[in-house]
């Protein structure tokens, strides 16, 4: 046991090694280092730590070699993909760099300092100690989990044509929200400093003072979703809080919106933000410390993960333009075909023509329009 606790942080990295190997099985330099590691993991003593120590520097070197070169591959498809007006697959880390990389001035002025904001979370006092130590189980934990699951947020069934005729708006353009009551807006257009999104966003992502003169325009602030699961029925018959913001779950393409996320309502501050793509620990905190996702965390059941490793919804921050081209799909919660239902079913047909799938429960099945 003692043993165990003096190499707690060298065995989390070794496993964060394995996990990637697992993903790269073709590495063949991966494959040997990883063999040596758990040959000195048995030995136990302290030589075997200095030398294990050398070995994952080799080792997190040559996946980061790696992970640069897809990370090339990656936008070169990315890149040829919004030529062709084909679908990119959500796959590999794609970071903040790459984002720059891709989107150059493009890219949402709401994520242009995401990375300093981490960095200073990092020294904060909200990342405790258990996030730190278990911070790659974590992150390998999170990645399984936004590629299995879908992205995606509640609307009300009463605001599907609106949506339809125009694009999704953030609560500074629609003046409501779920964590904040009040006008959004002063006479001059611009958004009250009492806002609590305001602020909230304005330190989530490092945005500066939040003065008129240092203020998005407000369409260019973040809008708020939440992981489905990517099973739409289980999804739409189990308990999910977030359902307070609307009735019917939008999932969107995952290539077509860049997000951000933490494991509850960001309102509060105490995670920070970072890209599903790339997903931090930092996006966690210690309240979480009974719940933290590590290593074994099974991820295959999203109400079951909500369940058991955050207290009510994973939040999601959209960034950028969000339009009806990047919706893949919409649950209705009800049968669409009975009569009462004879409005909503309109705005369904609506979405269905212009290549959105449609799901709805009738008898507690899931049946598609």
Partial sequence: MERLIDWETELGRVDSIKIFLKNHPKSAVLKKLTTEMD?????????????IKELLKKAETRRKEIEYKEGLERLKKIKAGIKSGSSVPFSTNISIDDLRALKGDKLPPTLGHLDTAIEKYKKGHYYGSATKKHAAEIEATM????QKHDLGMHIEDDLLEKVFNSHFKNTF??????????????????IKQSHSRLSAAHNLFDLGSTEKSNQLKIWQYEKYGN????DKLREATTHNRATQYGNVAVRFKK??????WTAGDSLSERYQPSLVTDPKAVSYDDMYESKLPVKGTQTNDMTKFRSDNISSYLELQFHGDVTVDCVESLTFPYDLTEKAKSKYLGFAQKWKSIGTEVFYIKNGKLEKL
């Fill in 227 to 230: 992981l489905l699961d990517h």
């Fill in 255 to 260: 290539d077509k919106v860049t997000c951000t």
């Fill in 143 to 146: 990645r399984e989990l936004f």
């Fill in 173 to 190: 353009e629609t003046g409501s929200s779920g964590g904040y009551s009040g006008p959004s807006l002063n006479a001059d257009g611009s």
């Fill in 39 to 51: 040959a000195l993991i048995a030995k136990g003593d302290n030589a075997a730590k200095t030398e």
